[in-house]
């Protein structure tokens, strides 16, 4: 949904070329916050500004996000636990290095009580 809902605000403000960049940095903000909100609120905000698009993601917790470690190919190999149901490999981590690789900038303000996790996007 809120995909959806910023979309929308993009294709009024015709910043349609900067979509898929904008839409793919929320999609991860939204997931990091969800996950860490634990069926608490979260809020978003989506600011069009003279030479870009801000988004920004709120959630309650004072845990900062985490980058993982680069991982090479040597890092990976088979495990049969993949296969079963809500197995998680250690391989996710991987929102923040995609978020900061297509935002012109990024980054968290604390707040009380929680964060404002956010990017900008520049159009």
Do not use: H
Request: proline fraction near 5%; aromatic fraction near 6%; charge should be negative.
């Amino acid at each position: 949904m809120v995909r959806t809902v910023v979309g929308l605000r993009l294709s009024e403000w015709g910043l349609e070329r900067v979509a898929e960049s904008v839409l793919l940095i929320v999609a991860e903000l939204v997931t990091n916050a969800v996950r860490v909100a634990a069926e608490r609120e979260v809020r978003v905000r989506c600011v069009r500004e003279v030479r870009s698009v801000l988004v920004a993601v709120w959630d309650p917790s004072e845990e900062r996000p985490v980058t993982r470690p680069v991982m090479g190919p040597g890092d990976f190999g088979a495990d049969a636990r993949a296969l079963e149901d809500g197995y998680d490999d250690g391989t996710g981590g991987w929102g923040l290095p995609l978020v900061q690789a297509l935002a012109s900038e990024c980054g968290v303000t604390e707040v009380v009580p929680g964060k404002w996790v956010w990017a900008r996007v520049s159009c």
